[in-house]
């Protein structure tokens, strides 16, 4: 399985470079960032916040995966 296809910014971090892994992991916590915010502003309508606090969730888990990925790529345990 091509990871890269699926965490298309964790391809970009080079193995030393610690730009790049911080730049990644910053990206990543932007957009959990904004999806907390997102949460709070519509969270609180009835049928709405419910389901978008199933993708906001989907979208922590991806970045939570995205962060991972990105260390194992920076220390060279990944393929």
């Known amino acids: 399985m091509n990871i ?10 080079v193995k030393g ?29 009835p049928v709405l916040g419910w389901l978008l ?4 969730y989907a979208a922590g888990v991806y970045c939570a995966a995205g962060i991972i990925l990105a260390l194992l790529f920076y220390f060279g345990k990944a393929d």
Not at 4 to 13: C, D, E, H, Q, Y
């Open 4 to 13: 890269s296809a699926v965490f298309p910014l964790t391809g970009r971090v």
């Open 17 to 45: 470079e610690s730009a790049s892994l911080v730049r990644v992991i910053v990206f990543y916590l932007l957009v959990c960032a904004a999806a907390r915010v997102l949460d709070w502003l519509l969270g609180w309508v």
């Open 53 to 56: 606090r199933i993708v906001f």
